[in-house]
């Protein structure tokens, strides 16, 4: 295993999170403090990708995640977890099988590679933060979970969070930031987070108010960030895009005629990009026998309406997670089996005449391990949000601590 090293910028965020910690521990009171909280997980990743023209690929990542927790005093408490992410064997992969043929072609003449290289080992801080809870308030600093909204396969109001596909673990790493709360009767909550940068001018910022309309039956939440967006790039260059990024959402749940009922949305003004509408909206019901089944569409206002679709949006949606084309309609089934074992069937389907089929399995083995098995097939349009020919099985092992 190669040696881990702190990077000087991870040096300081480090260095932050433990004044934060030790800031909490100076002002508690040291006869309250109770023995720490151990817990934690090993998950082994394996990822087997083949096409036509790639053939067999490969991935196999172990995980081991430790979560310690530490009430000092009432009211006053540290949380955090620290991870370990180690790829086992083959490091380089071929992002190719993940792009239309066009796109693949273009790369390749523009001289960009189409291959990149795992890290061997990645040993990083995923969670630390101190919350303190006097009465109906709540404040938590540190470096933390900060996304919401309904939405099942897409979460248009998480604009703090990014997650790189390529990565087997499939990672989505805490944000240092401030997080005030105020919460009162049933559902109402007004939150407040900032989540500062070295560079002040790039912090981001967000407000959230929500509450429950007893009225209708409804909870309702409406949301304004105002953030540093790293999320596009340039159509051209194929460079990264850095741009000040504000966004209004709302987003509710509910019930309508025996239904499950979700919304989720948001507009966005960019500085450099067209200002877009991106939209979620869902429905469920569950069989008397158990069954469960789920409609959600997406309208993704952010990318081009028809194929063939740009490098730049190909390359967006494999690193930072941007949905690709005007949207999709996702239709799910989900069975137990046992008490123990779930079977799932999911299917994406988008306008530009292409499909993602995706079984799943869910398996508790013993009381502390369980199993996932789920694949990916796509069909359809080759130049489609879900280019044809990809087959993939990915199976995950967790044992708990």
């Not at 997080?179 to 009162?184: F, K, M, P, S, V």
């Amino acid at each position: 295993m190669t040696a881990y090293c702190m990077k000087p910028g991870q040096k300081k965020r480090v260095a932050v999170l433990g004044s934060i910690v030790c800031g909490a521990l100076t002002v508690a009171q040291p006869a309250m403090a109770q023995p720490l909280d151990f817990s934690g997980y090993y998950e082994n990743t394996l990822q087997l990708d083949y096409t036509a023209a790639t053939k067999l690929q490969v991935l196999d990542a172990s995980k081991l995640r430790l979560d310690a927790g530490l009430l000092i005093t009432r009211g006053l408490e540290v949380r955090g977890n620290v991870n370990l992410i180690v790829s086992l064997g083959q490091l380089q992969r071929n992002i190719s099988p993940y792009l239309p043929p066009s796109v693949a072609r273009e790369l390749q003449a523009a001289g960009i590679p189409d291959t990149f290289e795992l890290n061997r080992a990645r040993l990083f801080v995923d969670n630390l933060f101190v919350t303190w809870v006097p009465g109906n308030f709540r404040f938590r600093a540190g470096r933390q979970q900060l996304s919401w909204g309904p939405g099942y396969s897409y979460n248009p109001t998480d604009l703090f969070h990014r997650k790189t596909l390529v990565d087997p673990t499939y990672e989505k790493e805490g944000v240092t930031a401030l997080r005030a709360d105020y919460r009162w009767g049933i559902g109402g909550q007004v939150s407040l987070i900032g989540a500062p940068k070295s560079d002040l001018s790039h912090s981001g910022y967000a407000l959230r108010a929500g509450t429950h309309v007893s009225q209708i039956g409804y909870d309702v939440a409406v949301t304004a960030h105002r953030v540093t967006d790293s999320t596009g790039l340039d159509p051209v260059t194929l460079a990264p895009l850095t741009q000040r990024r504000r966004a209004l959402g709302l987003d509710f749940v509910g019930e309508l005629f025996g239904l499950g009922v979700w919304l989720e949305g948001n507009y966005n003004w960019m500085e450099l990009e067209a200002d877009f509408l991106r939209l979620v909206f869902g429905t469920d019901y569950t069989f008397n026998d158990g069954t469960y089944v789920m409609l959600e569409a997406l309208y993704n206002g952010r990318s081009t309406g028809s194929p063939p679709y740009p490098a730049s949006d190909w390359l967006a949606n494999l690193f930072y997670g941007e949905p690709v084309g005007p949207g999709w309609i996702l239709a799910g089934v989900r069975r137990d089996i046992s008490d123990f074992w779930s079977g799932n069937l999911y299917a994406f389907l988008s306008p530009g005449g292409s499909a993602l089929l995706n079984p799943r399995v869910d398996a508790s083995i013993t009381q502390n391990i369980d199993l996932v098995l789920y694949g990916g097939l796509t069909l359809g349009d080759e130049e489609g949000s879900f280019p044809s020919g990809l087959l993939s099985l990915v199976g995950r092992l967790t044992v708990y601590f």
